[in-house]
């Protein structure tokens, strides 16, 4: 009976007793190898197979950023019990950056000590020429031709001595301000290095001897991309290429080396917790939201995700399904806060060009591209350069929140289309009639085509709009425009031949009291310097 209780016991406390060995300790330098870089943030995987032995050990991953998530940290392995994972901070001793400018320091350093070396031999061999200057020891003197070689000997040797102090005085100041610059920029660098790191304690118990493969999971801030495009016309009635670009950055004080890189539109902030409707409310100052609630981390957990090393903090509108986009070959992007481009995509798009002019703000014509089709490329709000020809435009804000099914982008001035707008000044006048005065304007606006090819242009004027009831607006002539009448825009959409010129007429009068003032005419208000008399 003793015996079988014995055995029972045993068999209880068998496993126990075999978890409960002492750990065997596993340090590994982490090495990652996919990185998913998200808008606000990054996902990093990393893979490692690691010989582990029989019974309970503790793994320790080495060298992870500083900016790990650590409730997001996720490790997987088969064939293997996972009892706990955590994280613990730690300080990186070792830095590759800082220990390259240190191997070049002691290069230096080595180069230096040789060149005293030779300098202090050379001095000593100066000093012995100096003291055995001393000829002979006869009363009777040194013969002339003994005393000529000797004299040639001491010449040539102490000038070739001078001569190689000289050199190596010229190289031991340039290794010795070498020796500066390296000093300095391994001092900044020193300043300016995160050498804080954490580290991913997993254990593990096996029933054998064996590699396992360790997959490790964890969400970093202090990283993300934001999305560039250049805009090419060629010529107007052409076709334009659209180039979507991102620039990917890496403040995790952790290089990204040799990755599969993937960019993506998601939220990593996003919980795991079921989503919930609310009312779908619709006015002018509310979010359409479509009636859903999303639910985020604690307000605790989203600050993890901010990036405080950046200078302004901007939404920025995606699309409703998030888009990956995979980068075919493995990218390095080194942690020193500087952008790393890579290219998306090229897409050629169908475009309409037409011109729109408003002669009373600039006597230019503006080429407008009408671009359609770019909702299929799932573009993200981002500065786009804008390129006519083979001349560069300027910058131009693509914000996918207010755009419709047509991309409108202005290309900048066309000097091939003459623009003129002139008050006809015989035919306008300033009239006293009774209590009131009454003033009428002629303008007229004049466009030439100087381009080969025919254009459609927008021209757009304007006529003033009554906010009191004792001044009266009468318009004369506004040659065929369409009238807006709460704004007061005239606007004329032509079609206009190669070399034609086409003119229009706006006149209209303003009535008002004659005891009151009313400001109508332009009038520009300019700087100049002030003399004294």
């Known amino acids: 009976?003793?015996?079988?209780?014995?055995?029972?016991?045993?068999?209880?406390?068998?496993?126990?007793?075999?978890?409960?060995?002492?750990?065997?300790?596993?340090?590994?330098?982490?090495?990652?190898?996919?990185?998913?870089?998200?808008?606000?943030?990054?996902?990093?995987?990393?893979?490692?197979?690691?010989?582990?032995?029989?019974?309970?050990?503790?793994?320790?991953?080495?060298?992870?950023?500083?900016?790990?998530?650590?409730?997001?940290?996720?490790?997987?392995?088969?064939?293997?019990?996972?009892?706990?994972?955590?994280?613990?901070?730690?300080?990186?001793?070792?830095?590759v950056r800082l220990e390259v400018i240190h191997d070049s320091i002691t290069e230096v350093t080595d180069k230096l000590e040789l060149i005293h070396n030779q300098e202090d031999a050379l001095q000593f061999e100066k000093k012995m020429l100096t003291e055995n200057q001393r000829l002979g020891g006869t009363q009777s003197g040194v013969p002339l031709a003994e005393l000529t070689r000797a004299a040639d000997f001491f010449r040539e040797r102490t000038l070739k001595i001078n001569n190689a102090l000289t050199e190596l005085s010229r190289k031991s100041k340039v290794h010795d301000l070498r020796l500066k610059i390296l000093e300095a920029r391994y001092k900044s660098m020193r300043e300016s290095i995160n050498t804080a790191r954490k580290h991913i304690?997993?254990?593990?118990?096996?029933?054998?001897?064996?590699t396992a493969n360790f997959i490790i999971r964890y969400l970093v801030t202090e990283a993300g991309w934001v999305a560039s495009y250049d805009l090419i016309a060629s010529d107007i009635n052409k076709p334009v290429t659209l180039k979507y670009k991102a620039q990917v950055y890496n403040n995790t004080a952790v290089d990204w080396k040799d990755v599969k890189l993937t960019l993506s539109t998601s939220d990593p902030s996003l919980a795991a917790s079921r989503p919930y409707l609310t009312a779908w409310t619709l006015n002018y100052s509310s979010n359409a939201n479509e009636g859903l609630l999303q639910n985020r981390m604690a307000q605790v957990n989203q600050n993890q995700f901010s990036d405080p090393a950046a200078a302004d903090f901007e939404d920025i509108a995606a699309e409703e399904l998030s888009t990956?986009?995979?980068?075919?070959?493995?990218?390095?992007?080194?942690?020193?806060?500087?952008?790393?481009?890579?290219?998306?995509?090229?897409?050629?798009?169908?475009?309409?060009?037409?011109?729109?002019?408003?002669?009373?703000?600039?006597?230019?014509?503006?080429?407008?591209?009408?671009?359609?089709?770019?909702?299929?490329?799932?573009?993200?709000?981002?500065?786009?350069?804008?390129?006519?020809?083979?001349?560069?435009?300027?910058?131009?804000?693509?914000?996918?929140?207010?755009?419709s099914d047509t991309l409108e982008l202005s290309l900048g001035?066309?000097?091939?289309?003459?623009?003129?707008?002139?008050?006809?000044?015989?035919?306008?006048?300033?009239?006293?009639?009774?209590?009131?005065?009454?003033?009428?304007?002629?303008?007229?606006?004049?466009?030439?085509?100087?381009?080969?090819?025919?254009?459609?242009?927008?021209?757009?004027?304007?006529?003033?709009?009554?906010?009191?009831?004792?001044?009266?607006?009468?318009?004369?002539?506004?040659?065929g425009a369409e009238l807006d009448k709460p704004s007061g825009r005239l606007q004329?959409?032509?079609?206009?031949?190669?070399?034609?010129?086409?003119?229009?007429?706006?006149?209209?009068?303003?009535?008002?009291?004659?005891?009151?003032?009313?400001?109508?005419?332009?009038?520009?208000?300019?700087?100049?310097?002030?003399?004294?008399?």
Do not use: C
């Open 1 to 95: 009976m003793n015996k079988l209780i014995s055995s029972i016991f045993a068999g209880i406390f068998l496993p126990v007793f075999m978890y409960a060995q002492p750990s065997l300790q596993h340090t590994v330098n982490t090495q990652m190898q996919e990185v998913t870089v998200f808008l606000n943030g990054a996902e990093i995987v990393s893979v490692e197979k690691i010989p582990v032995k029989k019974g309970r050990s503790t793994i320790l991953f080495k060298g992870l950023s500083p900016y790990v998530n650590s409730k997001s940290v996720q490790v997987s392995v088969d064939n293997v019990a996972l009892l706990s994972v955590s994280t613990e901070n730690a300080i990186e001793e070792h830095d």
């Open 201 to 210: 304690v997993v254990t593990i118990a096996s029933d054998k001897d064996q």
């Open 324 to 403: 990956s986009f995979p980068i075919k070959q493995q990218q390095s992007v080194l942690a020193n806060g500087q952008f790393h481009q890579l290219d998306l995509i090229d897409e050629t798009l169908n475009a309409s060009f037409e011109y729109l002019a408003i002669p009373k703000v600039d006597l230019s014509a503006f080429l407008i591209a009408k671009v359609t089709g770019w909702e299929k490329l799932n573009l993200i709000s981002g500065i786009a350069n804008v390129y006519f020809g083979n001349t560069y435009i300027g910058e131009s804000q693509i914000d996918t929140r207010l755009m």
């Open 413 to 479: 001035r066309d000097n091939q289309v003459l623009i003129g707008r002139a008050k006809i000044e015989d035919k306008a006048s300033t009239k006293l009639i009774g209590s009131k005065r009454d003033e009428s304007f002629v303008y007229e606006i004049q466009v030439k085509n100087n381009r080969k090819t025919p254009i459609n242009i927008k021209i757009q004027d304007q006529i003033p709009v009554s906010q009191e009831s004792d001044i009266t607006v009468e318009t004369s002539t506004i040659s």
């Open 492 to 533: 004329w959409i032509r079609n206009i031949q190669a070399g034609e010129v086409v003119k229009y007429i706006v006149s209209f009068s303003v009535k008002y009291p004659k005891n009151k003032t009313v400001d109508i005419r332009k009038q520009r208000v300019i700087r100049t310097p002030r003399f004294k008399h």
